[in-house]
Structure formats: structure tokens, C-alpha cells
T-cell receptor
Framework: AQSVTQLGSHVSVSEGALVLLRCNYS??????LFWYVQYPNQGLQLLLK??????LVKGINGFEAEFKKSETSFHLTKPSAHMSDAAEYFC????????????FGIGTKLQVIP | AAGVIQSPRHLIKEKRETATLKCYPI?????VYWYQQGPGQDPQFLIS???????DKGSIPDRFSAQQFSDYHSELNMSSLELGDSALYFC?????????????????FGAGSRLTVL
């Protein structure tokens, strides 16, 4: 069984401030971890993924996430928020090795204040 | 690059009617997943297919059925529609066996089909 917990369904940051979206995972086997972004009325776009290589993963739009096994965490960060970052962000987990479905967290809505 | 194509993008139905959603995966992707995202909710896994066989089943109602065809496209059939079926339905595809050398089962999502049941 696998799951992710996203802390905070809504996060507000000022433009130019640090973005930190929290995600903790639970998995009985080594996980693969993902962050997806969803803009209003659009599909899900992959931001970045962790697949047991480097623990610090860089994604698109300046986002990065660090896999910390000891903390079972995969928090998403961006040094400086832009207005265009306003969206909903989903953390997701799947088991490593071959076919496995992805399980999503409840999502965190990011608001960027000018 | 080709993406996952879903049709129709929007669909309005009455209660107790039937709806069919279609999904065309990325070329050479043989695994298709269906997700349902209700208003303000996270995507919930419904069902998946690998090489035209059902590979996994999630919280899909008995009123729903799906299949994958020989060209790997998939259709989600929903009957006896209820108000609560109003949602965004996502299809995603991935290559088999985890795909790229990284082994990650990276799903590529379509833009979704928005079903409204009146």
C-alpha cells in the first residue's frame, strides 16, 4: 500500500518569496515520487520525479524537491514565487519497478500575492 | 511531441443517460489509466489497461466499464449517470515495464474530459 499526505490544502506566498509545499509518503517498497501541477481547467502536468537516482531533483519552472528517506518526505520548493506559479500542486507516489498506478495526494492550492 | 488525446473535452448529460469518453495514448504507450477528479478533489484512480487487458481496478462504480482496443486507445463507458458523476475524467498513458531506463512509471496525462450531469 502506498499513500502521500500533503500538509496544507492552501498555501499563500508573496511574489518573490520562497515556495515550500510539503509532502510525506508512505510505501512498503521503495517509492517513486512525483509532483504534478494543475492550472485551472487544465490537465495534470509533471513537474518533477524521483526515481531512486539523485535525491535532489530539479524540475521545470525552477521547482525542485528533495527525497529524504529518514523523514519520508518529498517537499517541493522554489526560491522565488512568480504570479504564474498560482495553481494546484499534487504530490504522487508509485511503487518502483514496472507497472504501478500512481496515487495522488489531496493537492495544495498555491496562491501568489502581488 | 504527441500527447494524450481525450475526447470529448466537454460533455453534458441528463441523469440516467449514458456517456462514452475516449482516450488516445501517446504512440508506443501500451498502458492506459483512467482517473476521476471531482470538484475540489484529488484525482482518484478508476481503472487501467495494459496490452488490452485490465491490469488494475480502483474505485470504479459498477455502472462504469472500460476497455482498451487493438490500437491501444481506450474508452470509458458510463451508464445510468448520476449527479455525483459530474467530474473531470483524466486519461493517462505510460510505456510498459516502467518505460525509460530510470524505471519510473511516469504517467502522461491528457487534458481531461469534463462531464456535467444535470
Amino acid at each position: 500500500a502506498q499513500s502521500v499526505t500533503q500538509l496544507g490544502s492552501h498555501v499563500s506566498v508573496s511574489e518573490g518569496a520562497l515556495v515550500l509545499l510539503r509532502c510525506n509518503y508512505s510505501s512498503s517498497v521503495p517509492p517513486y515520487l512525483f509532483w504534478y501541477v494543475q492550472y485551472p481547467n487544465q490537465g495534470l502536468q509533471l513537474l518533477l520525479k524521483y526515481t531512486s537516482a539523485a535525491t535532489l531533483v530539479k524540475g521545470i519552472n525552477g521547482f525542485e524537491a528533495e527525497f529524504k528517506k529518514s523523514e519520508t518526505s518529498f517537499h517541493l520548493t522554489k526560491p522565488s514565487a512568480h504570479m504564474s506559479d498560482a495553481a494546484e500542486y499534487f504530490c504522487a507516489v508509485s511503487s518502483s519497478g514496472g507497472y504501478q498506478k500512481v496515487t495522488f495526494g489531496i493537492g495544495t492550492k498555491l496562491q501568489v500575492i502581488p | 511531441a504527441a500527447g494524450v488525446i481525450q475526447s470529448p473535452r466537454h460533455l453534458i448529460k441528463e441523469k440516467r443517460e449514458t456517456a462514452t469518453l475516449k482516450c488516445y495514448p501517446i504512440p508506443r504507450h501500451d498502458t492506459v489509466y483512467w482517473y476521476q477528479q471531482g470538484p475540489g478533489q484529488d484525482p482518484q484512480f478508476l481503472i487501467s489497461f495494459y496490452e488490452k487487458m485490465q491490469s488494475d481496478k480502483g474505485s470504479i462504480p459498477d455502472r462504469f466499464s472500460a476497455q482498451q482496443f487493438s490500437d491501444y486507445h481506450s474508452e470509458l463507458n458510463m451508464s445510468s449517470l448520476e449527479l455525483g458523476d459530474s467530474a473531470l475524467y483524466f486519461c493517462a498513458s505510460s510505456p510498459s515495464g516502467g518505460g525509460p531506463p530510470s524505471g519510473a512509471n511516469v504517467l502522461t496525462f491528457g487534458a481531461g474530459s469534463r462531464l456535467t450531469v444535470l
